[in-house]
């Protein structure tokens, strides 16, 4: 929920400087850009791991693994309040 937090204050933020800049681009540059680093995270931290061959049981496999996923899903949460923002933002302008 944290995360989930931190992704709504990013795209508020993004909204806030579009609306007192009057230039609501910049809500697909603050956004996007935050969403695609968040994803970009999460995707590299899925690969991420220790050498393999120092790992001896399957529970520190596990909980590596486990790990690696809730990165992801925390990612996963910043990223779509933002891209959420961007989509609207996308529409109202169009």
Do not use: C, H
């Amino acid at each position: 929920m944290k995360y989930f937090l931190i992704g709504i204050l990013i795209a508020l933020a993004g909204v806030l400087v579009a609306y007192v800049t009057d230039d609501w681009s910049l809500v697909f540059v603050i956004s996007g850009l935050a969403a695609g680093i968040a994803l970009i995270w999460g995707v590299l931290s899925l690969g991420a791991g220790k050498n393999k061959s120092t790992r001896t049981t399957s529970s520190e496999k596990r909980r590596e693994k486990q790990q690696r996923v809730t990165k992801m899903k925390n990612a996963v949460l910043v990223a779509v309040p933002n891209i959420i923002a961007v989509i609207v933002n996308l529409t109202m302008i169009s």
